[in-house]
């Protein structure tokens, strides 16, 4: 069993026990959270595609971490003026395992 969800602007192909980063969400550590947009469910009865979303499903998470990726460099210049700038960013996430998917 699997679901497609939407989850802060991306859509990730989900089993129960998975885990996953997503974008960082505003909940603690430890907190359970439910997300209500979902694409697709596939079960043993079959496959369901919603219209935009699955009309009752569920999918609920366990956050596990907030944290940062990797530091991405970023170097702009401009040949003969002597200008240049060197930049860095960290972009947060959320590492969440997934508890249940509920139709």
Do not use: W
Not at 38 to 60: C, D, I, K, N, R
Not at 67 to 78: C, L, N, S
Not at 84 to 97: A, N, V
């Amino acid at each position: 069993m699997f679901a497609i969800v939407k989850i802060g602007g991306k859509q990730y192909k989900v089993k129960e026990g998975d885990i996953i980063f997503v974008e960082k969400l505003a909940n603690g550590e430890g907190e359970t959270v439910e997300f209500s947009e979902v694409m697709a469910v596939s079960q043993e009865s079959g496959f369901t595609v919603g219209t935009p979303t699955v009309a009752g499903a569920s999918v609920s998470a366990t956050i596990i971490k907030q944290g940062k990726d990797k530091k991405i460099y970023v170097m702009t210049y401009r040949p003969k003026k002597n200008s240049k700038r060197k930049l860095g960013h960290r972009q947060p996430h959320t590492k969440i395992q997934i508890q249940k998917i509920s139709v």
